[in-house]
């Protein structure tokens, strides 16, 4: 299958192609297409994060990654999006820069006073009272919510914080500004890496789920390494899917299978049991997923069942998807920009159904696998007044592309970088080193990829051979030292 041949074309380029390294339980791996064998055999989905198979992209084509619940099956992709490394596009990208709609969404989208809105519309990037760079932000409660849709308590906090606001909950987290902020009024500043649920990466999806291996890894991470942060990818294929007629055990979504949300419940549960913790629970790989990595009305579904269950925890954000593809020319910016909006609307209508406050939701980057965030510098979301939204970028890409990527941006926007790593040819070492200087003085969040052993970049050496990693020792690549080293400096 074309899908296997890309897995194929991935692993050579990062020549990780060679005995034990498929992550199969047998030795019966390989199939017709002459691929690994991963699909139908078990093996690991070698590329998980934002760096996978070259499928042709290296100039920027319009491939969109498959029919499979709008991702390739393999989780692969090109380590540079599939796009020219200068980002291979036009500034203007050749359209109308407004999109059709008001470009500030009713508001100075740079923060600055108010241009109309909505009456009672919040200042959604909270004015001058962003804190800067200093880390002085507005005081808990000092931000103006405006009519009862910009409330970031959900109606459910106490009134009359300071500036007259609406106060935050308590452990709950809030935007102002181009920043983040915990209920006390301090910015987060949370640094860690992803880390997978039971599924594993494809690794695991052969077995028995064991959340505790997942718990055991999420200790590490906060533990030894240090980290604050966490983003938690939801791995799921379906009913219907190639995945569960090859024999995969863990294969259903939260709709589908109760016990898998009850898994995923008892992992962010233990998180929030870790002082000063913070999870981002992101909708992965999904089947509702369109080709184009865009939220569906069944994604709105999936988040609205997620919200029923985290609707009281004030430790998770919300990541809307994974990564919108291809797009690299922006025009279809908008449409993308519509799926996002309509995602946060019905997230945003569920917690006030279940009279929860507004968690952190984060929505990603238009397009280049969530590459692209200057669409929302002019067109931040709208929905609920786009209170408590963060953007989110994953960069893997030269210290060159930091100032499109993520520097520019989060002079007007809360930006969280959500995955970053080093990828041959396209991001360092030194590039990753570069990132997290650049992003701790910007005070903008950063996960790196991936506290796994199979998932290039991977931060943990791999010690299974093929297995699923259950209790292997947790021992740091390059890419992890680099990671635990930077995590142990104070920020």
């Known amino acids: 299958m074309k899908e296997k041949n890309r897995v194929l074309g991935w692993l050579l380029v990062f020549g990780l192609l060679g005995p034990g ?7 019966e791996n390989t199939d017709d297409t002459g691929s690994s064998g991963a699909l139908a055999t078990g093996g690991n989905r070698a590329t998980g994060g934002s760096v996978g198979a070259t499928g042709g992209r290296a100039t920027g084509g319009d491939e969109s990654g498959g029919s499979e619940g709008g ?99 308590e ?23 992803d880390i997978q649920d039971t599924r594993s990466c494809w690794a695991c999806a052969w077995f028995e789920p064991e959340p505790d291996e997942v718990i055991r890894r999420i200790d590490e991470l906060t533990g030894v390494w240090k980290g604050n942060f966490l983003r938690l990818t939801l791995e799921s294929y379906g009913a219907d899917s190639e995945e569960r007629s090859n024999g995969a055990v863990q294969w259903g979504t939260v709709l589908e299978d109760p016990e898998y949300l009850a898994d995923i419940k008892t992992i962010v549960d233990h998180v929030g049991e870790i002082p000063g913790a913070v999870v981002l629970l992101s909708v992965w790989t999904d089947p509702s997923i ?3 990595g865009w939220p569906t009305e069944q994604t709105r579904e999936t988040w609205r069942t997620l919200v029923d269950t985290f609707r009281d925890s004030p430790h998770v954000m919300f990541g809307v998807v994974n990564e919108p593809q291809s797009n690299y020319d922006g025009a279809l910016d908008a449409e993308v920009w519509d799926a996002m909006n309509l995602t946060v609307e019905a997230i945003r209508q569920e917690e006030v159904r279940e009279g929860s406050p507004h968690h952190i939701i984060t929505v990603q980057g238009t ?14 979301i709208t929905a609920f007044d786009g209170v408590n939204i963060a953007y989110e970028v994953h960069v893997y890409d030269p ?27 396209y ?61 142990a400096e104070p920020w």
Do not use: K
């Open 290 to 292: 369109s080709d184009e």
């Open 171 to 193: 452990g709950w987290l809030y935007t102002s500004g181009n920043h983040i902020y915990r209920s006390d009024g301090t910015v987060f500043h949370g640094r860690g890496a």
């Open 367 to 380: 397009g280049g696998w969530a590459r692209f965030l200057e669409y929302y510098v002019d067109h931040p």
């Open 399 to 425: 210290e060159s592309e930091f100032q499109d990527r993520f520097v520019g941006p989060s002079a007007t926007l809360p930006v969280v970088i959500g995955e970053f790593g080093p990828a041959e040819g």
């Open 21 to 27: 390294c498929g992550n199969e339980p047998s030795d």
């Open 71 to 169: 991702r390739d099956p393999t989780g692969g992709r090109d380590p540079t999006g599939g796009r020219d490394p200068t980002g291979g596009r036009d500034p203007t990208g050749g359209r109308d820069s407004t999109g059709g709609r008001d470009s500030t969404g009713g508001r100075d989208a740079r923060g600055g006073e108010e241009t109309g809105g909505s009456e009672g519309g919040s200042e959604a990037t909270g004015g001058d009272e962003s804190g800067g760079s200093e880390g002085g932000g507005p005081a808990a409660g000092g931000q103006a919510t405006g009519g009862a849709g910009g409330d970031p308590t959900g109606g459910r906090g106490a009134s009359g914080g300071a500036g007259g606001g609406t106060s935050i909950p």
């Open 427 to 487: 991001m360092t070492e030194a590039d990753c080193s570069a990132l997290m200087e650049r992003a701790e003085g910007l005070e903008v969040p950063y996960l790196a990829w991936t506290f796994h052993q199979r998932c290039p970049p991977s931060l943990l050496v791999d010690q299974t051979g093929s297995g699923c990693g259950i209790d292997m020792a947790l021992e740091p690549t390059s890419w992890g030292e680099l990671l635990m080293e930077r995590l």
